[in-house]
């Protein structure tokens, strides 16, 4: 899960999306106990580049300041079982103020 909430090079998707045996969100952000039940969280990804170069500054460079090179479990979004990849719509994320 942890893993997932980071930007990787290898998805250049509008969206990243994975689903989960666990309810991870909740527990991340609600302190909830960890719940067994399956889950598909998705999230915008921020860093889309092609260029490599361009890639790691985005997410290295301005990316630690910006937060872009992850997303916190608070703004993950939930898949409904209906709907599929390709008619999700995707909510910007709003850029974190640290």
């Not at 703004?75 to 709907?83: A, C, G, I, M, S």
């Amino acid at each position: 899960f942890q893993v997932f909430l980071l930007t990787t090079r290898d998805n250049k998707e509008e969206a990243k999306i994975e689903s989960f045996d666990y309810d991870w969100k909740n527990f991340f952000v609600n302190n909830i106990p960890l719940k067994q039940t399956s889950k598909t969280y998705y999230y915008k990804n921020r860093v889309r580049e092609e260029d490599s170069t361009a890639w790691n500054y985005k997410v290295i460079w301005y990316g630690r300041r910006s937060h872009d090179y992850k997303c916190d479990p608070e703004d993950l979004q939930e898949e409904h079982p209906k709907e599929t990849k390709d008619d999700l719509h995707v909510e910007p994320l709003m850029p974190r103020m640290h």
